[in-house]
C-alpha cells in the first residue's frame, strides 16, 4: 500500500519559516518524480515545486528565492523549506509522487495545512 505523509504544516507569522516534510512508503522513492503542491480556498491546486529522479528541479516564480525542495532517498523523503513566508502562501500542500512508464503511477498525500498570518 502506498502513502505519502506529509507532516510540518502549522501557523506562523509572515516572515517567518516553516519546513515541510513527506515521507513516502510503498514505493521505490528513488525512481520517483516528487513535489510539492498547494491548494488555497476556492482556488485550483497549484505547483508549488518539483524535484525529478535525477535531481532536476523547477519551482513555482511565486516562490523562487524563498523556498527550497530537497530529497533523501535514504530517507524516502521528500522536504520543502519555505522562507521569508507571506500571507498569499496559505495553503494546503500536498506532496505527490509519479513515475511514468508504459503505465501511469500517480500518488498524492493528504495535504498539511500552511497558514501565514499576517
Known amino acids: 500500500q502506498v502513502q505519502l505523509v506529509e507532516s510540518g504544516g502549522g501557523l506562523v507569522q509572515a516572515g517567518e519559516s516553516l519546513r515541510l516534510s513527506c515521507a513516502a512508503s510503498g514505493i521505490i522513492f528513488s525512481r520517483y518524480d516528487v513535489g510539492w503542491y498547494r491548494q488555497a480556498p476556492g482556488n485550483q491546486r497549484e505547483l508549488v515545486a518539483h524535484i525529478t529522479r535525477g535531481g532536476f528541479i523547477n519551482y513555482a516564480d511565486s516562490v523562487k528565492g524563498r523556498f527550497t525542495i530537497s530529497r533523501d532517498n535514504a530517507k524516502n523523503t521528500v522536504y520543502l523549506q519555505m522562507n521569508s513566508l507571506k500571507p498569499d502562501d496559505t495553503a494546503v500542500y500536498y506532496c505527490?509522487?509519479?513515475?511514468?512508464?508504459?503505465?501511469?503511477?500517480?500518488?498524492w498525500g493528504k495535504g498539511t495545512l500552511v497558514t501565514v498570518s499576517s
Open positions: 505527490n509522487a509519479a513515475l511514468v512508464t508504459t503505465l501511469v503511477m500517480n500518488y
